[in-house]
Protein backbone atom coordinates (compact mmCIF):
# COMPACT_ATOMS: atom_id res chain seq x y z
CA UNK A 1 0.00 0.00 0.00
CA UNK A 2 1.22 3.27 -0.77
CA UNK A 3 1.35 6.51 1.97
CA UNK A 4 -1.80 7.79 3.69
CA UNK A 5 -2.84 11.02 2.29
CA UNK A 6 -4.08 13.27 4.61
CA UNK A 7 -7.46 14.41 4.74
CA UNK A 8 -8.29 17.41 3.05
CA UNK A 9 -9.37 20.15 5.87
CA UNK A 10 -12.97 20.90 4.42
CA UNK A 11 -13.99 17.22 3.82
CA UNK A 12 -12.75 16.54 7.42
CA UNK A 13 -14.51 18.99 9.55
CA UNK A 14 -17.76 18.51 6.75
CA UNK A 15 -17.78 14.99 7.53
CA UNK A 16 -17.57 15.33 11.44
CA UNK A 17 -20.01 17.85 11.32
CA UNK A 18 -22.53 15.11 10.37
CA UNK A 19 -21.18 12.86 12.79
CA UNK A 20 -22.08 15.55 15.22
CA UNK A 21 -25.51 16.09 14.45
CA UNK A 22 -26.09 12.07 14.43
CA UNK A 23 -24.78 11.53 17.99
CA UNK A 24 -26.32 14.52 19.36
CA UNK A 25 -29.66 13.24 17.74
CA UNK A 26 -28.88 9.90 19.54
CA UNK A 27 -28.50 11.90 22.99
CA UNK A 28 -32.43 13.24 22.33
CA UNK A 29 -33.76 10.22 21.50
CA UNK A 30 -31.70 8.40 24.54
CA UNK A 31 -33.36 11.55 26.32
CA UNK A 32 -36.69 10.58 25.65
CA UNK A 33 -36.66 7.41 26.61
CA UNK A 34 -35.50 7.84 30.14
CA UNK A 35 -31.94 6.40 29.28
CA UNK A 36 -29.67 8.58 31.51
CA UNK A 37 -26.66 6.53 30.93
CA UNK A 38 -27.05 6.45 26.99
CA UNK A 39 -27.18 10.40 26.97
CA UNK A 40 -24.25 10.88 28.78
CA UNK A 41 -21.79 8.03 26.69
CA UNK A 42 -23.76 9.64 23.55
CA UNK A 43 -22.78 13.69 24.88
CA UNK A 44 -19.64 12.02 24.96
CA UNK A 45 -19.55 11.06 21.47
CA UNK A 46 -20.83 14.50 20.28
CA UNK A 47 -18.45 16.20 22.02
CA UNK A 48 -15.55 14.39 20.77
CA UNK A 49 -17.02 14.92 17.66
CA UNK A 50 -17.54 18.96 17.87
CA UNK A 51 -13.76 18.69 18.51
CA UNK A 52 -13.20 17.37 15.68
CA UNK A 53 -15.23 20.18 13.05
CA UNK A 54 -13.24 22.84 14.98
CA UNK A 55 -10.35 20.93 14.52
CA UNK A 56 -11.04 20.75 10.18
CA UNK A 57 -12.07 24.50 10.52
CA UNK A 58 -9.08 25.09 11.80
CA UNK A 59 -7.54 23.41 9.29
CA UNK A 60 -9.30 25.26 6.34
CA UNK A 61 -8.44 28.45 8.48
CA UNK A 62 -4.35 27.43 7.93
CA UNK A 63 -4.91 26.19 4.39
CA UNK A 64 -6.40 30.16 3.57
CA UNK A 65 -3.18 31.70 5.64
CA UNK A 66 -5.63 32.86 8.52
CA UNK A 67 -4.42 30.37 11.28
CA UNK A 68 -0.77 29.74 11.66
CA UNK A 69 -0.39 25.86 12.19
CA UNK A 70 0.97 24.81 15.67
CA UNK A 71 3.85 24.04 16.65
CA UNK A 72 4.87 20.28 17.13
CA UNK A 73 5.89 19.12 20.18
Known amino acids: MGEEEETPPG ?7 V ?3 SDA ?4 LRLQRGDVEG ?3 ALG ?3 ASLIGV ?3 IHGLRIAIG ?4 EPKE
Open 66 to 69: DAQE
Open 45 to 47: RTE
Open 19 to 21: VTA
Open 25 to 28: LGAH
Open 54 to 56: LQG
Open 39 to 41: VRQ
Open 11 to 17: RAASFMA
